[in-house]
């Protein structure tokens, strides 16, 4: 692979693919969206399968969601276990077979042309795996320096692939969760068969935070990740634009903000009477979000927004959060990542609470369980005190 490999990653309904296709939109960068999430699957699976301890393997299922790692005895080693992860793990050919067809059915979604290649996926090993399916996005674009995708709910891969690619570079959108809760419920308005557990994404989006936190200060991604603003980037997209240029060490383009060229529509849940950036998209939550479905957001996320520029705008009540959760957990549509368990789901939800109120100090094991790591515990105490 000639060109150096990009990654974005980030939650659904976050803005993603504006990032994506304005990064896509310049001569030297191509990005692909979405085609790769059954390698990433692939590759947990078989981290588990050969690095996890006995027990984790066997309470494990393989055809799980990807994890917010919140709450389950589990977690920890879950995550851990990604986060340390190396991608020379044999690959079998088999699977290899399936993930061709898997990947082809799913690059196909967003590029035909991409899907229509994925037979050339291969590899001993998902190191090789990886490289190839990143060579066959560098072939989309001649010319290219910069060559990668953009993918949903697996940020915990991006130590992996940087000491895969040690020229990679990273990319996190970060948008406020009301706002992404907000456009996944106008979705799945718009197509039930959209319709998700909006909690679980609420969970996931403190994840992505803790691992922001933590990846910060990695020195493996010293000048490699950067978490970019939904927020500023639609409101400010030439000035992100030039940011993000300059991250790649690459020239500013005007082109990058003509994101309606070639016919992309883009992926709002609202109209925007065709306009490539739409700035009013960032504060739309106040008005269409229920005041329920905004105190639950508070509720669950609120603590860790003090590690991001957003704020709770409420103060939400505990039963009045339960109620909200049943009701979501109900209506939970075709995709949930939880445990799907009430009481272990509210019952996290107020220890995390009172650990934060109090001063006590708990087993790393608890801590970990409610917050992934302990730090973020003490990094959110000391924005509460």
């Not at 299922?61 to 080693?77: C, I």
């Not at 992860?85 to 042309?113: H, I, M, Y």
């Not at 998902?126 to 697996?154: H, I, M, N, P």
């Not at 068969?193 to 990695?218: C, E, G, I, M, N």
């Amino acid at each position: 692979m000639a060109c150096k490999p990009l990654f974005i990653f980030g939650l659904a309904r976050s803005g993603t693919n504006l990032l994506a296709r304005m990064l896509d939109r310049h001569p030297d960068v191509t990005v692909a969206l979405d085609p790769y999430l059954p390698l990433f699957r692939s590759l947990r699976n078989a981290l588990v399968a050969s690095r996890a301890a006995k027990e984790v393997r066997q309470r494990f299922s393989s055809s799980a969601p990807f994890q917010d790692y919140y709450f389950d005895p589990d977690g920890a080693a879950l995550l851990d276990l990604m986060l340390a992860g190396e991608a020379n793990l044999p690959l079998d050919q088999d699977e290899l077979k399936v993930l061709r067809l898997k990947a082809g059915e799913r690059a196909s979604l967003e590029s035909p042309t991409l899907g229509a290649q994925m037979s050339g996926l291969a590899g001993e090993d998902y190191g090789q795996l990886f490289r190839s399916g990143l060579d066959l996005v560098a072939g989309l674009k001649t010319g290219v320096r910069w060559a990668g995708c953009k993918e949903v709910w697996v940020m915990e891969f991006v130590p992996l692939l940087a000491r895969l690619f040690p020229e990679a570079r990273f990319f996190a959108l970060e948008r406020d969760p009301r706002a992404i809760v907000a456009s996944l419920l106008a979705m799945a308005e718009k197509d039930p068969t959209q319709a998700a557990h909006a909690p679980s994404y609420l969970r996931h989006w403190r994840k992505q935070v803790a691992l922001t936190h933590r990846f910060a200060t990695d020195p493996l991604l010293a000048g490699r990740f950067r978490s970019v603003s939904f927020e500023q980037l639609a409101t400010h997209p030439e000035h992100e634009a030039r940011q993000l240029c300059d991250a790649l060490n690459i020239d500013f383009h005007p082109e990058m903000l003509r994101l309606s060229a070639d016919g992309w529509r883009g992926n709002s849940s609202f109209d925007h009477g065709g306009k490539d950036v739409y700035a009013e998209t960032v504060d739309r939550w106040r008005k269409v979000l229920p005041t329920r479905v905004v105190q639950a957001a508070d509720y669950l996320c609120g603590p860790d927004m003090a590690l991001t520029p957003y704020r709770p705008t409420t103060s939400p009540k505990a039963d009045e959060v339960l109620t909200y959760l049943e009701e979501a957990g109900i209506e939970a549509g075709s995709w949930r990542s939880d445990s799907g368990d009430l009481l272990v789901a509210f019952g996290g939800e107020m220890v995390r609470r009172m650990l934060l109120d109090t001063g006590c100090e708990p087993e790393e094991s608890l801590v970990r369980r409610c917050f992934l790591f302990k730090d973020i515990l003490g990094s959110l105490r000391q924005y509460a005190a």
